[in-house]
């Protein structure tokens, strides 16, 4: 199936392997002929090969009769201008959504949805200008389980085929059955979508693009999805989707967006499906325009990610309903606005590289940060008090995610990237992890499951760095450190206590002062050496196991870090600790700055954004040879790279 991907791009663009770039056409009724055609002339003279489109049923199907001529138009001007389209199914909607419904409503409601697939695919399938179907906008819900007939018939269904609780001699009080629910039944209705499209159109590619990664990441299986899926793609909007950030850090927050999809791609390609390409007035939670500077910055972050495929929202902005006005790469006149500009100038760029942007692959450190969905349901079943309190961020939904993050952002502003994976997307089946480090950070739930993976790595030879409560809960949210904690032999030891302290503080070790926030953790020994004590006991230990060695620091250090915006003590305690340390980074540490290292030609490189709001001077562990492009005035001097404020730049060793 990637090998049909590939053929599909090849009659979509110029170069093999290039990225395809396009955005979202938004086609609505009141829209002339002239309109339409301009829109796709528009894309091919500023080298976008691809579009989107959404078909919305309401406008196919009125009154019993399916009119496909308001689309038919829109397909022969992508074939006239040599574009190419996916589709987004989109079933009539009784809300008429911006977003669209996640799952049917009733057994009828499916049924109708099956009917609305047969009449587009059928009468698509066999159009040239035909790139793949979107199954679903959108999917995830924040963890809203939708109270309606046929939802409740399949919870009723999933619930019936469990397998039946093994007690342990303790209550439990709290499961996650919902929330198990949810990511089966997210899973089911897709491929149940990818198999309806299937029963007409065998061989083009499917396709669908989850959003808000950092709060829906709990819903998604990806791996499951693998199975019905010819690649995974995502939206990422920073003005709905990175509220955990601030703008000086959407580049950051992109480039985990990247990670998190790849990872979950797996052997797949992945693509950003919608990004923000302009103005929003009402429709987000944190509106803004972007800059002509940031339209560079995400779509090099994609690119350097590895993405086959990347896709603005919206090239037009919609006419009526929500989002009227808003988004949109062009302006009220059809012009281009400054980010089209941008966004065309990436494109020549990689054009006029062709041979060294053909393909490229990220460059895997062997450094991966683990986040498991079990955690993530965890924090949600405990929310209680005033979720605004600033003290208590670590507690508040998102704690457990941005304790991943703030490693994640220790390591970039070092000149180290790492893979952010969930647990079961980890390759658990090696028979050495020598050079390989996984972090766990801020990981309240450690389930079952979870366990004897995690020896094994070790035993293999494997570098595990523990942080903040990792380890607090197993799957039926009982304190594994009064029960019995599973991984004491691991981890050289146990909780002995960890105490609450409102805000931030610090916890000394060795040389150092560290951030902390919430939570200081002391350790009940068992064979582990003793890093660092206080006169309640020890903070921090080390422990050789089999072949391998545990890192714990049991106090919540990252998101102390992050809450500072000072990651060098971070960064002094934990880079020493990897198992490898990369042979190519940053000499010092340069915040402000992120560096997303690839391989390209068969040469090392990276791209390399300068953040911090001031020129800075770069200097790394190995002399770059080449300055491959640069945004604004990059110069490349005896080993040097001096960068501009928001300025973008790639070198190669």
């Not at 959407?250 to 791609?265: E, K, L, P, W």
């Not at 507690?395 to 180290?416: A, P």
Request: charged share 20%; with cysteine.
């Amino acid at each position: 199936m990637i090998v049909a991907l590939f053929l599909c791009f090849g009659q979509a663009q110029s170069f093999a392997g290039i990225p395809a770039v396009g955005a979202q056409v938004f086609i609505e009724p009141g829209q002339s002929d002239e309109e339409v055609d301009g829109w796709f002339r528009t894309l091919h003279e500023n080298g976008m090969t691809v579009c989107r489109i959404r078909l919305f049923e309401e406008y196919l199907h009125n009154g019993g009769r399916w009119d496909f001529s308001l689309f038919d138009r829109a397909f022969s001007a992508a074939e006239r201008h040599g574009v190419k389209i996916f589709l987004t199914l989109f079933p009539a909607d009784p809300d008429r959504s911006i977003g669209g419904f996640k799952f049917p409503f009733t057994q009828t409601h499916k049924a109708d949805i099956a009917t609305y697939i047969r009449k587009v695919v059928t009468h698509y399938r066999s159009h040239p200008a035909l790139l793949g179907w979107v199954l679903l906008n959108e999917p995830g819900t924040e963890g809203v389980i939708p109270d309606t007939p046929y939802t409740q018939a399949r919870f009723k269904a999933w619930k019936a085929g469990q397998p039946a609780w093994k007690g342990s001699g303790y209550e439990r009080l709290m499961d996650f059955e919902r929330e198990a629910f949810l990511v089966d039944y997210t899973s089911e209705f897709l491929g149940w979508i990818a198999a309806e499209i299937r029963r007409y159109d065998p061989g083009h590619e499917l396709h669908v693009n989850n959003h808000q990664i950092f709060d829906n990441i709990a819903e998604y299986d990806f791996p499951a999805w693998r199975s019905f899926l010819t690649s995974l793609g995502a939206s990422a909007h920073p003005s709905w989707h990175f509220g955990y950030f601030g703008r000086n850090r959407y580049a950051v927050a992109m480039a985990a967006n990247c990670n998190i999809v790849r990872s979950g791609a797996g052997p797949l390609p992945f693509w950003i499906t919608e990004l923000q390409g302009g103005n929003n007035t009402y429709s987000a939670r944190n509106p803004f325009c972007p800059t002509a500077d940031e339209i560079s910055q995400w779509m090099w972050i994609g690119i350097s990610s590895g993405i086959d495929g990347l896709l603005f929202w919206s090239l037009n902005p919609r006419a009526v309903g929500g989002e009227a006005g808003e988004w949109g790469l062009v302006n009220f006149q059809n012009g281009p606005s400054d980010r089209l500009d941008a966004a065309h100038a990436v494109i020549e760029a990689m054009h006029d590289n062709a041979s060294f942007f053909s393909r490229l692959q990220p460059e895997d450190s062997g450094i991966t940060l683990l986040y498991l969905r079990e955690s993530l349901w965890a924090e949600g079943k405990v929310q209680l008090g005033d979720l605004n309190d600033p003290r208590y961020e670590g507690r508040h939904k998102g704690g457990v995610i941005k304790s991943t993050l703030g490693i994640y952002e220790m390591l970039l502003e070092n000149g180290i990237d790492a893979n952010i994976s969930e647990f079961g997307e980890y390759d658990w089946k090696q028979d050495d992890y020598k050079g390989k480090t996984l972090v766990l950070a801020g990981q309240v739930c450690l389930p079952s499951r979870s366990w004897e993976a995690l020896r094994n790595f070790v035993r293999k030879g494997g570098k595990l760095i523990v942080e903040g409560l990792t380890g607090y809960y197993d799957e039926d949210m009982r304190c594994r450190f009064q029960t019995g904690f599973p991984l004491e032999d691991v981890f050289g030891g146990s909780l002995k206590e960890s105490k609450c302290n409102p805000g931030d503080f610090t916890l000394t070790l060795e040389d150092r002062t560290l951030p902390v926030h919430l939570w200081k953790s002391f350790i009940h020994p068992g064979d582990g050496e003793a890093l660092a004590c206080e006169a309640e006991g020890i903070t921090a230990l080390r422990n050789n196991f089999g072949q391998g060695e545990v890192f714990w620091l049991p106090s919540c250090v990252s998101l102390g870090a992050r809450r500072a915006a000072d990651y060098s003590a971070l960064a002094a305690t934990l880079l020493p600790e990897l198992a490898t340390m990369p042979e190519i980074r940053f000499s010092e540490a340069c915040p402000g700055v992120m560096a997303l290292r690839f391989r390209a030609d068969g040469k090392a490189a990276a791209l390399l954004i300068n953040k911090s709001g001031d020129a800075k001077t770069l200097r790394f562990t190995r002399e770059p040879a080449t300055l491959v492009h640069a945004t604004k005035k990059a110069e490349l001097n005896a080993g040097s790279l001096q960068l501009c404020p928001e300025e973008c730049a790639i070198v190669c060793w």
